[in-house]
């Protein structure tokens, strides 16, 4: 069997498989087959490879310290299919970019200087630029600290992440359709969708409109609920122009990605902890490779801070208070992120995760 070096990290509420880009097949057609393999796919238990058998942890960072002056490190995303032979290069990771910048600083592929340093990363699937700043203790990236997300059982070092950029990052345009709002045709009714792409596409949906109340958590959401958010989602993936609406499902799994939101209303997180009305701007409740999201993608998070700035859209005719600020209640708690507008443009949101190295060794694959 072929033996190749390989670090697991868990960057926010994701895990994924970090290699180095000249470990990676010389051959990026070959690419596709070595992951799957590494991963144990198409499989949903996994059982024969690195994947936890869920979507959060069936990822995979490809790292090359850069060789253009206004990047330090090059990163490419892989999402990779449990049930199918399949893996989604089209939008990154934003939990996973967490873990980059301690990654490469790990790795000696940025020099370190200070106690800490800003890492500028170019997300090779969106061609978007991330800083990452990070903390450092005896040469390497900080792991312990008092930052705590929701998610995430432990506290660790503050690693904040700005997203700058990062409209039309998969298809080109912050509004894929041309549209702040678009009615589509379902089998329930026309609904109103919002279509957005910053950082990642997502297509954003009113709980109300298709049953539900929004506050539901991961598994209070039944198989009809979820066959409908994917119809739409679909729908909303030929819109964009990544599938037919009949095969979005396996040829365009990961974008764009399906968001239902509500209005601001108590809840009790996936810990047991209550949420206030009062602490939140907006319910979101993301999917992930269709299946319900336990916690936020960041970069769902950077784009439903973006669609809160745009007028017209579902999420800005929720979002009351548009200081810049924006508190996202999710099933595992509520993360606030921040928008740096210049010109009425979101020039760059910000938000704070924690990473940790688990394990590094050799993945063997056939």
Known sequence: MNKTPCTIMRGGTSKAVFFKYEDMPKDKANWSDFLLDVMGSPDARQIDGLGGANSLTSKV??????????????????????????????????????????????????????SKIEVKILNTNTNKLIISEVEIENGQAKVSGDTNIPGVPNPGSPIYLAFYNSEGAVTGKILPTGNVMDTIKTSIGKIDISIVDAANPLVFMNAKDIGLKGTELPDELTEANLKLIEEIRSIAAEMCGFASKEEATKKSPAVPKATVISAPAEYVDLSGNK??????????????????????????????????????????????????????????????????????????????????????????TR
Not at 94 to 110: C, R, Y
């Open 61 to 114: 960072a490809i790292i090359k310290k850069s060789e253009n002056e206004d990047y330090d490190i090059e990163y490419t995303f892989a999402q990779v299919s449990l049930t199918e032979r399949m893996v989604d290069f089209k939008g990154n990771c934003g939990n996973i970019s967490s873990a980059v910048g301690p990654f490469a600083i790990n790795e000696g592929l940025v020099d370190v200087t200070n």
């Open 275 to 364: 949420r206030n009305k009062e602490d939140m701007d907006v319910v979101v409740r993301m999917m992930s490779m269709q299946k319900p999201h336990r916690a936020i993608a960041i970069t769902g998070a950077v784009c439903i801070t973006t669609a809160a700035n745009i007028e017209g859209t579902l999420v800005n005719k929720l979002v009351k208070d548009n200081s810049g600020k924006v508190k996202i209640a999710h099933p595992g708690g509520i993360m606030e992120t921040v928008a740096i507008v210049k010109n009425a443009k979101v020039e760059c949101v910000k938000v704070v995760r924690t990473a940790r190295r688990i394990m590094e060794g050799y993945v063997y």
